[in-house]
């Protein structure tokens, strides 16, 4: 009986040692498969966010018309946004709510990053007083994630002007303050203020707490174009750059088209390869692995069982 328990016991500490391995190795390969996965879809986020993508429709001096073929595309598309020397370089669109174009993008297909939008409370014609655009804070400098090196002083003050296109006609701006605030302070999240008293409180109001403020005119007969995006530095922060329209223009030359992600090119299109496996062959590629590793480990098992017999 002694011998009988004690085979008993050592049958039980094997299976348990045996089912405890399948669970670590099932497990271990449903984080590879999600590990591969997230990386793809990462790059294909990262990807849908390259100003690189829209560079074919930019807005040139005298030649407009591949800007007018992505209008064809996208009717909802209104103009062009470039901060000089940033990686700031979109188009711009805008529709009769502030949700589309979270996860939109310029050419109407659904991105998690969506595109810059101008605040469907504004005139398209930018012809409001503040006129308020928005883009994601996105890693890798892309969409709105620049805004952020203007919090650094020297950066902002060496990053002056910017570019947007509308109406077929380029409009200089000159970018002269940065508001660290959050995303429920109506003084600064009030477009198309028309009151004078009311556009002279919010020129006040923004004066007062800028974070950085260069020291230039700002009248109520002026036109203000603020730029919004997240911060993680505060809860539901934002970061805001503010600028006004200029008679003089402040044209950056188009750039060529260069990658952004840190990727080989033989790894790029791996990744792209994995969009195109639908859903039911991963999960039975692991229903597969799972049974190789139910073999692998009974013959592992099983082998032990003879050497310990022996």
Sequence with gaps: MTITLEKLG??????????????????????????????????????????ANYTAYRPE???????EELQKINPEVIGWLTVNDTPIDYPITQTDNNEK???????????????????????????????????????????????????????????????????GD?????????????????????????EKENQQEF???????????RNISVTTEDKLILLSTCTSDITNGRYILVGKFTDKLHLQEKSSPKPVINLSTWDVQQLNQLEK?????????????????????GKVNLKRKINHEK
């Design 101 to 167: 174009y979270v996860n939109t993008n310029a050419e109407g297909q659904y991105t998690l990053s969506g595109s810059v939008f101008l605040d469907y409370r504004n005139s398209s014609d930018f012809d409001d007083f503040n006129s308020i655009l928005y883009g994601h804070h996105m890693e890798k400098k892309m969409m709105f994630g620049a805004l952020s090196d203007f919090a650094d002083k020297e950066y902002f003050n060496s990053h002056k002007y910017g570019n947007l296109f509308f109406n």
């Design 10 to 51: 050592l049958k039980a500490v094997g299976v348990v040692d045996w089912a405890t391995d399948i669970v670590l190795e099932f497990i271990l390969i449903v984080a590879l498969t999600f590990g591969l996965y997230s990386l793809w879809d990462s790059q294909q986020v990262y990807e849908a966010a390259d100003s």
């Design 61 to 67: 001096a005298n030649d407009t018309l591949s800007f």
């Design 203 to 213: 020129i006040d109001y923004l004066f007062s707490n800028a974070k950085y403020l």
């Design 277 to 297: 496996i639908p859903v039911w062959l991963w999960l039975a590629a692991i229903a597969v692995l799972f049974v190789l590793l139910l073999v692998i480990d």
């Design 170 to 194: 380029n409009h200089g701006v000159e970018f002269f303050a940065l508001v660290l605030t959050d995303a429920y302070n109506n003084n600064m999240f009030s477009p198309a203020i028309s």
